[in-house]
């Protein structure tokens, strides 16, 4: 007998430790060639929903529809007839990424994976989670239901792998997984599998399991009940001589199966994802998606007396962007507005009506504001967190910021959205002949230098975004105001931007590629000289506003040029020569472009990675993934850092991860502000390769203290949450001040300091404080910063948090006394067909809507009041008998889902084979099975009717024949 000391346990220990430090994925791997990956799962059930909702629209529109192949997020996109391909693709690339931050977060956590036979906890996890979506969707909060998508979706797909459900012989997904009130039984409760010694595992769980239909997961590391099955895998000490039961990739224990558990994921993933659909209905389910997503104008406006003319002004622009757009693919997919005054700023209000924002902007007056600084930056917060990612945002003001304070905040939200900023600011002349007017020979004179000191919070956040700080006067505003018209374009790229402040001079070059339309170049400065030469040798100086190149609109310190030459593709040089900062932003628009998170990867149990929250950590190694937009013919082939305040750049090393991502490693990053800069080839079959480039907006930083925080989930109206969070320097310690905010006003408490050793770190933690009376659904944005006193150290992390009530409301609604008329003879498109049915929700949240899933007909609806008191809502559906596919679904205000009625056609029946019948039936047909695993037949819901039918058509058929499933 051998005897283990503690030594040897604690030997054994460290070795397993740093196995797992280099140990492969224990769930459908992340990145690998020949086996699908989270990813691929979740990118192909996105693309197969959203093309299926797409052609449902086109046929009710009486449109065709092709269905791409194969499917791509460009592909899926050109079908659904959509001019947000790069929209389409950052929806994709949040919900993926928050599906991969599960094995990053959750590493050793076995609900959010399905182990250990953790079969409730994993389901209530989804649906929870399920839930959450559908209040965040409802309450328009898109980015926090992509979180909560990704999230819930990797614990999906991992039942799929990890348990034995394909080995049950199983080949359609386990619907009880996204039902809250469903059973989940016949779990295991005796010994599942024997040991097996070969590398592929074929009959190592147990027969009685199978015939039983048992259900059970694998066990991962030291602690696995006798019997019980492995996960499986060199890394799994459980698994050593017993072998597992894994499908994460070909090369598993089961990996033989890995190709059935990956389809049949996919097939589950699209289940939930219908789901959702289900409930917030086909439109805003695409909006989700951010397929429908073109464009969004987004305004932030000084409301208070002198911004009368302004307000005017802004009308103005807006009516005519809108009415040029408006039903065309380019029309804007949202507006926002955020008023702004003293004290007072928002509400911000969204709407996807161009006749409604209209109205919202007629609304707006200019009235009181007292003292001449106002609530600029809250409202520019506001407008951060409440708009997409990447949006362009648009403040108009006359005035000071009275909050600088939030400066930090507005940058730190600057960084994680990546949106861009431009003011329009008409207070630079009013400024000049305030302060700078000057006595000479007895006579007043004004200086022409237009530049308000009190814009440098402005143009400093401006910079950072990549935006514009126009200072204008009240009467030439309208001739700034098209940079709104230009930005706004979903497919705007940048190309080059530069900011050198303090002014130099210096000679920049500009790639400007075929793929790019409607090329302008646009010039801040108070007094920039300066020559563009274009790629055939013409050359037009800035003393030449109507040059040879094409007219340059100049209007306060802000100038603009559309190159009208023929030929604009090659190298572009511009010379500038400024006493003054000044900013140089090339743009056009062009499908190539690119996307990219500061990410930090795990080596761990599951090695994984996550996106920052925060600034990365200077003095060491910084990684970004990268996806390219374009199709797979775009390949960068250099990814750098550009420091902002010169042309000097670092490298990255490429590393392919997936079709058009790339993981890109830098050793070190610039010490001061920097952007992301991609150069790359188009190849194309007409020419020889291409060369691009494009360049983030954005501007970033790199710091010696890093703020970590854990997962935060939602919380509840009425409760206070606490955020934990860690604050780390790598460089000297001291004293660390404190700052925390939120979008919501919601009280927060915090300690305002902290203090850290040299190297060291600290645990700390915030408390918000939730209004009882705050609406379910809605996010609130926290953000947390550590500031050294003399602000040479500081970084941020910004949280997004739901605010979810309980939901007591778990019954779907209850469709019943389903009859279906026929008299379908002779010729489809001449007769029809309809059915009844009534629908209640007996003392649940309310019956919300019925909807079309599937089906060309149209749909009535009346609600009546029946004997009992009941409102009971009585569905008409009638469509042409050449339309005889239909899936209709009930929808409760808690977003419980229930399927009333489908209809599905196996074959296609020969004419001349189909027997005559005659008569016209009304039938009524409800369901009795007992599948296995208590798994319930119908979709969504027990209670409801599911009628796969065979339709029998032929000249003189009246009537179509029901078989129950």
């Known amino acids: 007998m051998m005897i283990t000391t503690n030594l040897q346990i604690q030997i054994l220990i460290y070795f397993y430790t740093l196995l797992l430090m280099t140990s492969p994925s224990l769930a459908f791997k992340l990145w690998k060639k020949n086996s699908k990956t989270h990813h691929d799962i979740t990118v192909d ?12 629209q086109a046929q009710q529109a009486g449109n065709n529809f092709v269905m791409p192949s194969p499917l791509t997020i460009a592909s899926v996109a050109k079908a659904c007839k959509s001019d947000s391909i790069t929209s389409f693709q950052k929806s994709i690339k949040k919900i993926t990424r928050s599906n991969a931050w599960i094995d990053f977060r959750y590493v050793a956590n076995g609900s959010y994976h399905f182990d250990d036979e953790l079969f409730l906890s994993g389901r209530q996890l989804i649906t929870d989670g399920l839930s959450a979506i559908k209040f965040n969707v409802n309450d328009q909060s898109y980015v926090t239901a992509r979180e909560a998508l990704g999230s819930i979706l990797h614990t999906l797909q991992d039942f799929y792998s990890h348990s034995n459900w394909i080995e049950l012989g199983q080949r359609k997904p386990y619907s009880n997984l996204i039902k809250r009130n469903a059973p ?21 769980i147990l027969e009685d399991i199978i015939n039983q239909q048992k259900l059970t997961s694998g066990y991962f590391g030291f602690s696995k009940p006798k019997g019980k099955c492995s996960h499986g895998g060199f890394f799994d000490p459980s698994s050593w001589g017993h072998g597992g039961i894994n499908k994460d990739d070909l090369s598993s ?16 993933s699209k289940e939930l994802l219908q789901d959702i659909r289900a409930t917030v209905g086909d439109s805003t389910f695409l909006r989700l998606m951010g397929l429908s997503q073109t464009s969004v104008l987004c305004f932030v406006i000084d409301t208070t007396g002198s911004m009368s003319d302004d307000i005017a002004e802004v009308r103005r622009v807006t009516s005519s962007i809108i009415d040029s757009k408006t039903g065309t693919a380019t029309q804007p997919s949202e507006y926002i507005l955020v008023p702004f005054n003293d004290p007072d700023y928002g509400p911000l209000t969204r709407t996807t009506d161009p006749k409604i924002f209209k109205k919202q902007l007629g609304a707006l007056t200019a009235s009181d504001g007292g003292d001449a600084p106002e609530m600029s930056l809250s409202a520019l917060q506001l407008a951060l967190t409440g708009s997409p990612p990447q949006t362009e945002i648009f403040v108009f003001t006359d005035a000071d910021a009275k909050d600088k304070s939030l400066k930090s905040t507005v940058q730190a939200l600057i960084e994680i959205t990546k949106s861009k900023v431009t003011f329009m600011l008409t207070n630079a002349l009013s400024f000049r002949r305030r302060r700078s007017a000057r006595a000479v020979d007895g006579q007043q004179h004004v200086s022409t230098r237009l530049s308000n000191p009190q814009n440098q919070v402005y143009q400093d956040l401006a910079q ?22 230009v930005f706004s374009r979903s497919t705007l790229a940048t190309l080059f931007q530069a900011v050198r402040n303090p002014a130099k001079a210096e000679n920049f070059s500009v790639f400007v590629d075929s793929s790019v339309q409607n090329l302008t170049f646009y010039i801040t400065g108070n007094s920039p000289n300066y020559n563009i030469t274009s790629p055939s040798g013409v050359s037009q100086s800035s003393a030449e506003l109507n040059g040879t190149l094409g007219p340059i609109q100049k209007v306060g310190n802000f100038h603009k040029m559309q190159p009208n030459v023929s030929d604009k593709t090659g190298l572009w040089l511009f010379s500038i020569n400024s006493t003054q900062p000044y900013t140089i932003r090339v743009v056009g628009q062009s499908e190539i472009d690119f996307l990219f998170d500061f990410v930090e990867l795990s080596q761990g149990l599951h090695p994984s990675y996550a996106v920052l929250n925060s600034r990365p950590a200077a003095k060491t190694n910084v990684t970004l993934l990268v996806s390219m937009i374009g199709g797979d013919n775009v390949t960068p082939t250099e990814v750098s850092l550009v420091e902002t305040s010169s042309s000097n750049a670092l490298n990255g090393t490429l590393e392919e991860v997936a079709s058009g991502q790339y993981l890109v490693t830098f050793n070190s990053t610039p010490a001061g502000e920097f952007t992301v800069r991609v150069v790359g080839q188009i190849s194309s079959t007409k020419s020889s390769d291409n060369n691009f480039q494009r360049q983030s907006p954005t501007q970033f930083q790199a710091s010696n203290v890093t703020i970590t925080t854990q997962p935060v989930g939602t919380t509840e109206p009425g409760k206070n949450f606490t955020l934990p969070f860690t604050v780390a320097t790598n460089d000297s310690g001291g004293s660390f001040n404190i700052r925390v905010s939120n979008d919501r006003n919601f009280a927060v408490h915090f300690n305002t300091s902290i203090t850290l050793g040299s190297g060291g770190s600290a645990n700390d933690s915030v408390t918000l404080i939730v209004p009882e009376n705050t609406s379910s659904g809605i996010d609130v944005t926290v953000t947390i910063q550590a500031e050294a006193p ?16 309980p939901v007591t409301d778990f019954t779907p609604p209850v469709c019943e006394a389903v009859s279906v008329n026929a008299n379908c003879s002779g010729n489809c498109s001449l007769s029809s067909w309809y059915l009844t049915t009534n629908v209640t929700d007996g003392n649940g949240s309310g019956l919300q809507n019925v909807r079309i899933l599937q089906g060309n007909g149209s749909l009535d609806t009346t609600t009546v009041l029946n004997d009992t008191g009941v409102n009971v809502t009585v569905v008409v559906y009638n469509s042409s008998c050449c339309s005889l596919d239909l899936e209709l679904v009930a929808v409760d205000a808690a977003g419980n889902v229930a399927t009333c009625y489908k209809t599905v056609r196996e ?32 979709n969504h819901a027990e209670c409801c ?12 058929i009246s009537f179509y024949q029901f078989m129950q499933l």
């Not at 890995?258 to 589950?268: E, L, Q, R």
């Not at 950072?464 to 709104?484: F, H, N, P, R």
């Not at 009717?945 to 003189?956: I, Q, T």
């Open 184 to 204: 989940i039984s016949n779990i295991a409760d005796s010994e599942t599998c024997r040991p097996c010694n070969s590398d592929v595992c074929r009959g190592n």
């Open 945 to 956: 009717l599911f009628l796969p039918v065979f339709l029998w058509l032929n000249v003189g």
């Open 45 to 56: 059930a996105i693309l197969q929903t959203t093309a299926d909702v797409c052609k449902f």
């Open 253 to 268: 224990t089961h990996g033989y199966l890995h190709g059935i558990a990956a389809s049949v994921a996919t097939a589950a």
């Open 790 to 805: 003399d602000g040479s150290n500081s970084n941020y992390a910004v949280l997004r948090l739901a605010v979810i009530a």
């Open 907 to 938: 074959t296609e029946p020969n004419n001349s084979t189909v027997p005559p019948v005659t008569t016209t039936n009304t039938t009524t047909t409800t369901i009795s099975t007992t599948p296995p695993i208590n798994q319930t037949t119908t």
């Open 464 to 485: 950072s975004s990549g935006g514009q700080a126009i200072e204008v006067t009240k009467t030439t505003l309208d001739q700034a105001t098209d940079i709104i018209a």
